[in-house]
């Protein structure tokens, strides 16, 4: 299978060039280049794999370059090596007889992000040697929280690369913060960006495209390349846990076998929901795909309009891995709903970019009406959702789940579909302490406490363990205070890597 990029400009490139390049020259992100689509044969024998040979089966579909050997090291490397705790690394828990959740944060930095940038790593180390042009790869990435601390744990000290993550000063938790600046390892850099996410993930998109700076890091040694999931190589795991999601559905006794399913997904980047459809492109059998949204309700608002316009107040929420106004994995969708017409897709990635809006056309909009079903949850509709959720289930989830499971309650209520669904859980509660303890105890939490306090005092009163990567967060050493504005990120990459621009 090869890869060609949503604008037109690069065709025929292999798995390896794809996840090495991160972003095709033109600006455009990397596609298959065929549907990849199981035989009824295929899908039937995938329900019996546990999550470590299912993975291996759908990897060896897309990484066609790569031998059996490699992808079964990359695939042991990431998940059976002592970093998710048992061979279940997703656990799907049942909610209501429709309602299940996929847990995906039971990784080493406690958000779904681990799923990916676990293997990530062994698919670049292995991409770099295969090209064999010698040069270090500097994995550049903005993040609104969960990225950042996932892609500085699966890249760390690993030969041949360095990591360079910018965040918004003061778009995530303290939680977030803290897994980020006190990161370990020689390869690992943190910089905070005055702005919010949409800032410094439009710095970084300017810097890839920006063919002088890269022509000087090149002469340096240094080939840019990205762990976010513009990256092919971070999307593709992804793909696997909504087939793991659906099989353990089947083990459980929920549905048979070739049922049809909706998937919930709270998105803002529209990475990990644009993973669900592609899922359902290789032959999982979904119904419907909910996309959930916070109070930056950007996607809801294309999804029913057909106009995408970013042109509006950036909104702070206490889900801040959705507080993105500009969501870059969009264009993948767009270029498959446009049956591959990549001067369509190329107009209006550039009509966002010079004017923050764009409109598809009516029969575009149309076929994603009939694919996707959109809606958003206010803040205080997020916090009445974790308070319910922990009172009608006792489950805890975080503000991000919750907005999933607002979301899908308003899909039921607005359509009576009440078809077995599966949500997608996106990160532990813990990360998000504060917004949890207050939602669920309102006037009853004492005000002294800090978010590290937090962790003790919620799990105490609801009986749940503080997962192990979040526990003495604030007793380890700040290593990282870097802190720059949007227009000065080259000259702070530079400064890492100690080159004169």
């Given at each position: 299978?090869?890869?060609?990029?949503?604008?037109?400009?690069?065709?025929?490139?292999?798995?390896?060039?794809?996840?090495?390049?991160?972003?095709?020259?033109?600006?455009?992100?990397?596609?298959?280049?065929?549907?990849?689509?199981?035989?009824?044969?295929?899908?039937?024998?995938?329900?019996?794999?546990?999550?470590?040979d299912l993975a291996i089966e759908i990897v060896k579909k897309y990484a066609t370059d790569f031998t059996e050997e490699q992808i079964v090291e990359c695939v042991d490397n990431a998940y059976c090596s002592g970093t998710?705790?048992?061979?279940?690394?997703?656990?799907?828990?049942?909610?209501?007889?429709?309602?299940?959740?996929?847990?995906?944060?039971?990784?080493?930095?406690?958000?779904?992000?681990?799923?990916?940038?676990?293997?990530?790593?062994?698919?670049?180390?292995?991409?770099?040697?295969?090209?064999?042009?010698?040069?270090?790869?500097?994995?550049?990435?903005?993040?609104?929280?969960?990225?950042?601390?996932?892609?500085?744990?699966?890249?760390?000290?690993?030969?041949?690369?360095?990591?360079?993550?910018?965040?918004?000063?003061?778009?995530?938790?303290?939680?977030?913060?803290?897994?980020?600046?006190?990161?370990?390892?020689?390869?690992?850099?943190?910089?905070?960006?005055?702005?919010?996410?949409?800032?410094?993930?439009?710095?970084?998109?300017?810097?890839?495209n920006d063919e002088a700076f890269c022509k000087i890091l090149s002469d340096k040694g240094y080939e840019l390349s990205s762990a976010n999931s513009i990256n092919w190589g971070r999307l593709l795991p992804q793909i696997?846990?909504?087939?793991?999601?659906?099989?353990?559905?089947?083990?459980?006794?929920?549905?048979?076998?070739?049922?049809?399913?909706?998937?919930?997904?709270?998105?803002?980047?529209?990475?990990?929901?644009?993973?669900?459809?592609?899922?359902?492109?290789?032959?999982?059998?979904?119904?419907?795909?909910?996309?959930?949204?916070?109070?930056?309700?950007?996607?809801?608002?294309?999804?029913?309009?057909?106009?995408?316009?970013?042109?509006?107040?950036?909104?702070?929420?206490?889900?801040?891995?959705?507080?993105?106004?500009?969501?870059?994995?969009?264009?993948?969708?767009?270029?498959?709903?446009?049956?591959?017409?990549?001067?369509?897709?190329?107009?209006?990635?550039?009509?966002?970019?010079?004017?923050?809006?764009?409109?598809?056309?009516?029969?575009?909009?149309?076929?994603?009406?009939?694919?996707?079903?959109?809606?958003?949850?206010?803040?205080?509709?997020?916090?009445?959702?974790?308070?319910?959720?922990?009172?009608?289930?006792?489950?805890?989830?975080?503000?991000?789940?919750?907005?999933?499971?607002?979301?899908?309650?308003?899909?039921?209520?607005?359509?009576?579909?009440?078809?077995?669904?599966?949500?997608?859980?996106?990160?532990?509660?813990?990360?998000?302490?504060?917004?949890?303890?207050?939602?669920?105890?309102?006037?009853?939490?004492?005000?002294?406490?800090?978010?590290?306090?937090?962790?003790?005092?919620?799990?105490?009163?609801?009986?749940?363990?503080?997962?192990?990567?979040?526990?003495?967060?604030?007793?380890?050493?700040?290593?990282?205070?870097?802190?720059?504005?949007?227009?000065?990120?080259?000259?702070?990459?530079?400064?890492?890597?100690?080159?004169?621009?």
């Open positions: 299978m090869f890869y060609k990029s949503t604008r037109g400009g690069a065709k025929d490139i292999t798995f390896s060039q794809a996840v090495k390049k991160g972003i095709s020259p033109d600006g455009g992100l990397f596609i298959p280049d065929e549907n990849c689509v199981l035989t009824d044969e295929e899908f039937k024998n995938l329900v019996s794999l546990n999550y470590r998710f705790p048992s061979e279940n690394p997703a656990p799907v828990t049942k909610l209501t007889d429709s309602l299940n959740v996929l847990e995906l944060w039971h990784g080493p930095t406690s958000a779904f992000k681990d799923m990916a940038l676990q293997i990530l790593p062994e698919f670049m180390t292995r991409s770099n040697k295969m090209q064999g042009d010698g040069k270090e790869i500097v994995i550049l990435t903005a993040t609104s929280g969960d990225t950042g601390k996932a892609a500085l744990e699966g890249f760390k000290d690993v030969p041949g690369i360095k990591v360079i993550v910018f965040y918004p000063e003061e778009g995530v938790s303290e939680i977030q913060k803290y897994q980020m600046i006190t990161q370990e390892g020689k390869n690992v850099y943190v910089v905070a960006v005055k702005g919010n996410f949409d800032d410094a993930q439009t710095g970084v998109k300017k810097i890839f696997i846990y909504y087939f793991h999601g659906y099989y353990s559905l089947v083990k459980q006794g929920t549905i048979s076998l070739g049922d049809a399913i909706n998937v919930c997904v709270p998105t803002g980047n529209f990475g990990n929901i644009l993973a669900s459809y592609y899922a359902m492109k290789m032959g999982l059998p979904v119904n419907r795909i909910i996309c959930a949204s916070n109070d930056n309700n950007v996607l809801t608002d294309f999804l029913h309009t057909g106009t995408y316009n970013s042109n509006r107040e950036f909104m702070t929420t206490i889900s801040p891995a959705m507080d993105i106004l500009v969501s870059s994995n969009l264009e993948r969708l767009l270029y498959d709903v446009t049956v591959g017409d990549a001067e369509a897709v190329a107009t209006y990635m550039n009509e966002l970019k010079n004017n923050g809006f764009y409109t598809i056309d009516a029969k575009t909009s149309d076929t994603l009406k009939n694919l996707f079903w959109a809606a958003y949850a206010t803040e205080a509709e997020t916090m009445a959702t974790v308070k319910s959720v922990y009172e009608r289930y006792n489950y805890l989830a975080d503000p991000h789940t919750s907005v999933g499971i607002n979301v899908y309650e308003k899909y039921v209520q607005a359509t009576g579909d009440k078809t077995v669904t599966l949500a997608a859980s996106t990160a532990s509660p813990f990360k998000f302490n504060k917004s949890v303890a207050e939602a669920i105890f309102g006037d009853e939490l004492p005000s002294e406490l800090n978010e590290f306090e937090l962790l003790e005092y919620l799990s105490e009163k609801t009986e749940n363990a503080i997962p192990e990567p979040l526990k003495g967060l604030d007793k380890k050493e700040v290593l990282h205070k870097s802190l720059c504005v949007p227009e000065t990120m080259e000259e702070k990459i530079a400064e890492i890597l100690n080159i004169s621009l």
